[in-house]
């Protein structure tokens, strides 16, 4: 891979990881376990992902986390606790991609993408708001699923192709900035209807 392309599929990873850090892991560790993803001599670090053990471990957490998010305000609780540790995760997974000899691509990439994490895992958490008001159960299960494959599919888009996996992955930080700030609007709308009058 080219040092475009491995910037390329540190943004992918890392606005995934908003989303779904533990698949995310997941799949990158099983890509390298079965070689669909030759890492340049100097990213050994992002080698641990494929350790049996963090398989099994992030496996079994994105099972988990698979059923909580489909569950109404139960999503929303596992969000708030992931609040910190998807951007953590986010930035460390674009932190391990990129070339350890500089610096300064290194300190670009794990706050862009601990910054791209955070705000897909906003605009997740504000969508999630918006859909766990609505009194039926499908709705949450239909987003909750979607966002499971479009994971799914993003990575495999990113190791096939990174750059044209980045380009989703800013049109989708574009659409999370619009879910947050749709979602504050609507949080605002809320609380004006309950209390008309104001303080």
């Known amino acids: 891979m080219t040092g475009v392309n491995l910037l390329a599929l540190a943004a992918s990873t890392s606005l995934l990881a908003g989303w779904r850090l533990y698949l995310v892991t997941f799949l990158t560790g ?99 708001t918006l859909v766990n008001a609505s009194p039926e159960p499908f709705s949450n299960i239909a987003v909750s699923t979607g966002e499971d494959i479009a994971t799914a599919g993003l990575m495999a888009l990113a190791l096939a192709n990174p750059i044209a996996a980045a380009l989703v992955a800013l049109i989708l930080v574009l659409a999370s900035l619009w879910l947050v700030l749709a979602a504050r609007r609507f949080v605002r709308r809320i609380t004006t209807r309950m209390n008309p009058t104001g303080p």
């Not at 376990?33 to 350790?51: I, M, S, T």
């Open 30 to 128: 099983l890509a390298m376990k079965l070689d669909w993803l030759p890492l340049p001599e100097q990213l050994h670090g992002l080698a641990v992902l494929a350790n049996p053990w963090i398989l099994v471990l992030s496996g079994a957490a994105a099972l988990f986390e698979f059923f909580a998010d489909k569950i109404a305000w139960v999503d929303s609780v596992w969000d708030g606790i992931h609040t910190l540790v998807r951007p953590l995760g986010g930035a460390l997974l674009a932190l391990a991609i990129v070339d350890p000899r500089r610096p300064e691509w290194q300190v670009a990439a794990f706050l862009l993408g601990g910054g791209a994490a955070f705000v897909a895992h906003a605009g997740k958490a504000g969508a999630r």
